[in-house]
């Protein structure tokens, strides 16, 4: 049996799953944006994610292997009829062994899968809140912008406003003081 391998799978497994639980636990936003900002650019990540594509490489030839020894159990199971206990119990030995490795590396490249879309969508995520940020800061300084824009209009109106209707009290005045003069004459 290939124990030194499967061990390394194992540990994989394990990585995988303390890195998922980890992209999934809320943290605060910024956190993870800086998070995700020094994963994108740290060359010490990038060499991590180019070695763990390389064992998946490996863990996809060992998942190959234990299904073509799953069927080779299987089909030595069924071609010979065990009457001896000791055979029995070493046929049990070996399709609990093909077994487990199978669903060792199947449920390995399976969480590797679901850990590279999390990764993704959860990129994505933050792409799409820091834009969603920008956009409520432009939002923001352009109804300040529109907002001045609209005192300054309104201010303007209430003077011309306050002009015309002096100009038109001035003009009732000129006016009845020329129906004035005209009764007196």
């Not at 590279?116 to 109804?143: C, F, H, P, W």
Request: charged residues 25%.
């Amino acid at each position: 049996m290939a124990t030194i391998q499967y061990t390394g799978v194992f540990a994989l497994l394990i990585a995988e799953v303390v890195t998922f639980l980890t992209l999934i636990i809320p943290f605060p936003n910024r956190w993870k944006r800086s998070v995700f900002t020094w994963a994108s650019r740290s060359p010490v990540v990038k060499k991590i994610i180019y070695g763990v594509k390389i064992a998946f490489v490996f863990v996809f030839v060992l998942f190959c292997d234990a299904v073509v020894r799953l069927n080779k159990v299987r089909k030595d199971r069924s071609s010979h009829h065990i009457i001896d206990d000791h055979a029995l119990c070493q046929f049990k030995v070996q399709q609990f062994y093909a077994q487990r490795n199978t669903y060792l590396t199947g449920i390995t490249m399976f969480l590797g899968l679901i850990l590279v879309s999390t990764y993704a969508l959860i990129g994505q995520m933050l792409e799409t809140d820091n834009q969603v940020d920008s956009l409520r800061k432009e939002a923001t300084t352009s109804k300040a912008k529109s907002g001045e824009t609209l005192k300054k209009q309104a201010q303007t109106t209430h003077d011309e406003y306050m002009r015309l209707s002096d100009e038109c009290e001035a003009l009732r005045k000129k006016l009845s003081a020329e129906n004035e003069s005209k009764k007196d004459a």
